[in-house]
T-cell receptor
């Protein structure tokens, strides 16, 4: 099983550019999440979705947008990239509320 | 406020020695508790979880954790560490009342010396 797949693995953006981080899962999970991981800070929830067509803000949503048109895909959009968005981004999915989360391998993003 | 504290940023243990990683939480309701491990360049993988019942839970790779409600703790233990256990470990806490609000600790990086 592929599980949760994120692309790209690495990306360098210039300030003001935009990009989309892709996330797809093949486990038919209803719940999907985007986190960012900064050194010494653990994981912070950016956005989450409880099913196709339903998304909600997490702890640190500013500067990001998401959509969930299908169960499988949950892309994260960065508009007007800023240095503060330099981080490692993880997508995850789970079959239900507060069950085990399955994580992708992450996208390391640098904004210069 | 809800929070998860992992007091140790990093720990170094000798191979074959025992390990205990600490996790304390502040949570208004009865929590769900998780420990995840992150190997370098990888995503997080669940080691074990506690939802209810026996407060000593067994996980993968020989790890166990004990939920102590009176101390608001969920410490991770392993009796004999292997070099392959070197990784970062995250404690996480979530509500059992619905709504995904899991909070992750800042992580403890484990170094294993030969």
């Amino acid at each position: 099983n592929a599980g949760v797949t994120q692309t790209p693995k690495f990306r360098i953006l210039k300030i003001g550019q935009s990009m989309t981080l892709q996330c797809t899962q093949d486990m038919n999970h209803n719940y999907m999440y985007w986190y960012r991981q900064d050194p010494g800070m653990g994981l912070k929830l950016i956005y989450y979705s409880v099913g196709a067509g339903i998304t909600d803000k997490g702890e640190v949503p500013n500067g990001y947008n998401v959509s969930r048109s299908t169960t499988e895909d949950f892309p994260l959009r960065l508009e007007l990239a800023a240095p503060s968005q330099t981080s490692v981004y993880f997508c995850a999915s789970s079959p239900g509320d507060n069950t085990e989360a399955f994580f992708g391998q992450g996208t390391r993003l640098t904004v210069v | 406020a809800q929070s998860v504290t992992q007091p140790d940023i990093h720990i170094t243990v000798s191979e074959g020695a025992s390990l205990e990683l600490r996790c304390n939480y502040s949570y208004g309701a009865t929590p769900y508790l998780f420990w995840y491990v992150q190997s370098p360049g990888q995503g997080l993988q669940l080691l074990l979880k506690y939802f209810s019942g026996d407060t000593l839970v067994q996980g993968i790779k020989g790890f166990e954790a004990e939920f102590k409600r009176s101390q608001s703790s969920f410490n991770l233990r392993k009796p004999s560490v292997h070099w392959s256990d070197a990784a970062e470990y995250f404690c996480a806490v979530g509500p059992n009342t619905g709504g995904f609000k899991t909070i992750f600790g800042a992580g403890t990086r484990l170094f294993v010396k030969a």
